[in-house]
């Protein structure tokens, strides 16, 4: 763990990330069978313009997150009790360069430190490390953005309409417009 959060830590450094470790040994050296406590071992980073990227672990060594931590640790929902272990980083607003870093860094810890790791990338980068085919994602989600915005722009919401018929309405205009 030490020498994961160590080399993490050298490439937040590198691109400027802010970043924050929590604890760097898991207790006795050794996993638990079921997380012991909400304690966090690993490290975050936060690229400018994204959400943040846990590379953290519960002390039973499966992934999870600050988030999955607060909102899911305790469930008893079996549902929700998988929650716990489904991290995700958000990189549409950072841009492509970072996903790729972020991709790249994910697959160099998958081979060096991961025992099981999978990854679903909505950009197709993971799966194909093929840039055009991660442009033309962004380019299709950005265009979706930015139209649900004009939607919002221009459509009023209608006397009597919910806001969920109102959003549902402008997301079917969009959906029609991208046709």
């Given amino acids: 763990m030490p020498k994961l959060i160590e080399e993490v830590k050298d490439i937040a450094k590198v691109n400027q990330w802010e970043f924050r470790v929590f604890e760097n040994q898991f207790p006795n050296n050794q996993f638990t069978k079921n997380p012991a406590s909400d304690d966090l071992y690993g490290i975050c ?20 997150g600050p988030m999955q931590v607060v909102n899911w640790l305790h469930a008893t929902d079996e549902t929700e ?23 790249k860094i994910l697959k160099y810890l998958e081979t060096k430190y991961f025992i099981r790791f999978r990854a679903n990338d909505d950009g197709y980068y993971w799966q194909t490390n ?4 991660l442009m033309a994602q962004f380019k299709l989600y950005n265009a979706l953005i930015d139209n649900f915005k004009i939607g919002l722009d221009v459509f009023e919401q209608k006397k009597g309409e919910t806001i969920l018929d109102y959003l549902t309405r402008i997301a079917e205009q969009v959906h029609k417009k991208q046709k």
């Fill in 45 to 64: 980073v936060t690229p400018p313009g994204c959400e943040t990227l846990s590379i953290c672990f519960l002390s039973n060594g499966k992934m999870s």
């Fill in 81 to 103: 009790k998988s929650y716990l272990y489904m991290c995700f980083v958000k990189t549409q607003f950072a841009g492509p360069q970072t996903h790729i870093i972020i991709v």
């Fill in 130 to 133: 093929d840039e055009n085919i």
